[in-house]
C-alpha cells in the first residue's frame, strides 16, 4: 500500500501537474478552506486526543495553518521568479540566474502534540514549493489522524497528496521509499531512525526535534509579566509543546518570588482547580503520563491500588526507602557550605556533590579536580526534584497532571535528565548569567532559549555565547507564530527550517543557470594551447582579480 501510494506521487509529479504557479494557488486555497469550513471537526478531535481546549487549538493550530496557506500563497510569484545574479567579469558577456525548482515527492511525518498545526503548515511549505506530498500523521492522536485523512481528499488533489495512516509498521514502509526530501518532527531517538533511513537513498532530511529549552530571568526583569509569560509558554497544551520553557534559571534574588508569582498566574489563568478549567489539557496519553509522574518528587503521586496486601507492604517500603535515599543525597550534597543561598565568591567555588559538572569519568580518584557548580543548592529541600511550590496533583483515569512548579530543582534530578515535555517547570537556582550560559552550554543546544533580562549586555551575552534553534527576549513561543520567522533546530534539537520563505526553500532545488552568447566567442583566449602570450594574459588577468 505504501509503495503503491508512493509510486501514484511519482507518476503525478513526474507528470509536471505540480508545477504551475495556478495549481500551488488552488491547493493552498483548498488548504485554508480544509481548516476554515472543518473548525467544530478539528476542535472536537483535538478534544478527543488531548483534551485540548477550543481555543488552543483555533488559535495555535487551525489559524496558523490558515495564515501560513496565505503567506505563501501571495509570495509565490516573487520567490519563484528568475533571480538574477552577476558574473564574473572575465566571461562576459554572460548572464547568471538562480530559479526555485520542486524537490519532487516529498513525505510529512508529522507528531501527535499539535496534530492539524505540524501535518499541515509543513504541507503548506511543500504544496507551494510545487511538490507531490505524502502526509503521515502520529497515531497517537487517532481521531485528528482520521480526520485528515477523510478531509484532505476531499480538498486537495487526491493524485498529489496522500495521506497515510497507521503506525511504527506503516512508517518503517514509506521510509524504504526513495523520497526526494523527508520532513520529520518528534523525538531525537526516531529522527536518527528517519535519517538512517534517508541515507540509504542520499535523502535530504528536515529535522524537528526538540530539547530541554531553557529560561533565564534576573532582577531586572518585570518579574509579574515574566511570571505571566512564563506561564503561558510552558502550561499551553498541557507543557506539550516542543519550544515550551523547559526549565528555569533564576537569580537568587529572584528565583523564589518568580517561583510563587508563577503559581500566582496560574492561578489567573486557569483557577483554584485547573483540572476543571475548560483551558487547561490533558496528557496524551498513559504511557507519557507515567513518565511524567516519575519526574515529580518522591511520595507527591500515590502509586496505583496494589493486587495484594504483600505487595502493598512491598510498595510501601520501596517508596520509604527512595525517599530516604533522595534526601541523604540532598543533605549530603549541600555540606561544606555548598548549599548557602548567599552566593559568595567562596561558595561558587565549592564543588557541589553528584553536580552534573562533577568529574566523573571513569578511573578519575577522590582527589581529581571537580568543577564548581553553577547551580544554587536551596535549603530546607531536600528532594533532588525541589520542593513543590504549586500543583502536583494527579489524575490517573483522566491523564490529568496539574500544572506544577518546583522550586530549588537540583541539575542531578530526573526532571533535569530529559525534555519534559509535560506541565512540571523546575526552577533552578543559578548565581547569575555566566553561570546559567556554562550550565547551558554544557548540554545539548535546545530548539529555543528564553531570557527575561532588560539588561543589554546579559541580552548580547546570550545571543553571542549560546547556541539554540531561538533566542526570545521575554517572549516565549513567539517564533512559533510567524510566517516571517524560520523555525527549526539546531544539533541534536533539528536540522534545517521552515515557515514562509524558509520552508519554501525547504522543499525547493534552487537551481543556477548560466547563460553566454556563442559570438563573440571571448572564451578562445583560455582554450589550450597555452603559449607565452596567453600565459602573459593570465598574469595581468590574476593582477585585476
Known amino acids: ?32 478552506r480544509l481548516v ?12 478527543a486526543d488531548l483534551g ?3 481555543a488552543e487549538t483555533v488559535l495555535m493550530e487551525l489559524n496558523l495553518v490558515a495564515g501560513e496557506a496565505q503567506f505563501v500563497r501571495n509570495r509565490l510569484s516573487l520567490w519563484t521568479a528568475r533571480h538574477p545574479k552577476a558574473m564574473h567579469w572575465m566571461l562576459q558577456p554572460a548572464a547568471g540566474w538562480t530559479i526555485a525548482e520542486p524537490k519532487g515527492v516529498v513525505l510529512i511525518i508529522s507528531p501527535w ?7 499541515l503548515e509543513p504541507m503548506a511549505d511543500a504544496l507551494a514549493a510545487g511538490n507531490a506530498v505524502c502526509l503521515k ?8 489522524s482520521k480526520l485528515l485523512a477523510e478531509l484532505v481528499p476531499q480538498y486537495l488533489d487526491s493524485e498529489a497528496v496522500r495521506v497515510v495512516e497507521g503506525g511504527p509498521k506503516e512508517t518503517g514502509e514509506l521510509l524504504k521509499c526513495p523520497f526526494n526530501h523527508i520532513f520529520y518532527t518528534g523525538g531525537g531517538h526516531v529522527g536518527k531512525i528517519v535519517m538512517r533511513a534517508a541515507a540509504e537513498h542520499l535523502t535530504p532530511v528536515t529535522l524537528e526535534l ?23 509558554g510552558k502550561f499551553t497544551n498541557a507543557g506539550q509543546t516542543c519550544v515550551a520553557p523547559d526549565y528555569v534559571l533564576a537569580t537568587p534574588d529572584v528565583a523564589e518570588a518568580l517561583a510563587e508569582r508563577i503559581a500566582v498566574a496560574i492561578t489567573e489563568f486557569y483557577g483554584e482547580d485547573p483540572k476543571a478549567s475548560p483551558d487547561f489539557g490533558r496528557i496524551i496519553n498513559d504511557r507519557h503520563f507515567e513518565r511524567l509522574c516519575k519526574l515529580l518528587p518522591v511520595g507527591t503521586v500515590p502509586p496505583e491500588e496494589p493486587s495484594s496486601p504483600l505487595v502493598q507492604v512491598a510498595s510501601a517500603v520501596g517508596a520509604a526507602m527512595d525517599m530516604v535515599g533522595r534526601r541523604f543525597n540532598a543533605v549530603t550534597t549541600g555540606r561544606g557550605g555548598a548549599g548557602e543561598m548567599a552566593g559568595s565568591a567562596n561558595n561558587a567555588a565549592k564543588p557541589m556533590a553528584g553536580s552534573n559538572m562533577a568529574a566523573a569519568d571513569d578511573g578519575a580518584t577522590a582527589s581529581a579536580a571537580v568543577e564548581p557548580s553553577e547551580i544554587h543548592k536551596v535549603p530546607g529541600v531536600f528532594d533532588l526534584a525541589g520542593r513543590i511550590v504549586c500543583g502536583g496533583k494527579v489524575d490517573r483515569a ?21 525534555e519534559i515535555f509535560g506541565p512540571i ?49 521575554s517572549l516565549p513561543l513567539g517564533h512559533l507564530l510567524s510566517s516571517r520567522l524560520p523555525f527549526g533546530g539546531v544539533g541534536a534539537s533539528g536540522i534545517g527550517t521552515y515557515h514562509g520563505k524558509a520552508g519554501f526553500l525547504t522543499f525547493s532545488h534552487v537551481k543556477t543557470v548560466v547563460t553566454k552568447p556563442q559570438f563573440p566567442d571571448t572564451l578562445r583566449l583560455v582554450y589550450p594551447p597555452f603559449n607565452e602570450a596567453k600565459a602573459k594574459l593570465f598574469d595581468i588577468i590574476a593582477k585585476f582579480s
Open 137 to 144: 500523521p502520529s497515531e497517537l492522536s487517532p481521531n485528528t
Open 36 to 47: 476554515t469550513e472543518n473548525r467544530d471537526a478539528f476542535v472536537s478531535s483535538a478534544m
Open 52 to 54: 485540548k481546549p477550543a
Open 425 to 473: 517547570l523546575p526552577i533552578l537556582v543559578v548565581e547569575d548569567a555566566e553561570s546559567a550560559i556554562r550550565f547551558i552550554n554544557k548540554r545539548s543546544r535546545p530548539l529555543a532559549a528564553y531570557v527575561f533580562s532588560r539588561d543589554h549586555e546579559v541580552r548580547l551575552t546570550f545571543e553571542r555565547q549560546t547556541s539554540s534553534g531561538a533566542l526570545g527576549y
Open 398 to 418: 483522566a491523564r490529568y497532571i496539574a500544572p506544577t512548579v518546583l522550586y530549588g530543582t537540583s541539575p542531578d534530578a530526573p526532571v533535569m535528565k530529559e
Open 113 to 119: 502534540n499539535y496534530p492539524v498545526l505540524l501535518a
Open 1 to 32: 500500500m505504501t509503495n503503491q501510494t508512493f509510486e501514484q506521487l511519482k507518476k503525478t509529479y513526474e507528470s509536471g501537474r505540480t508545477r504551475p504557479l495556478a495549481w500551488r494557488r488552488a491547493q493552498l486555497n483548498a488548504l485554508r
Open 210 to 232: 526538540g530539547g530541554k529549552s531553557p529560561c533565564f530571568v534576573d532582577r531586572t526583569a518585570d518579574i509579574n509579566v515574566a511570571a505571566r509569560r512564563i506561564a503561558w
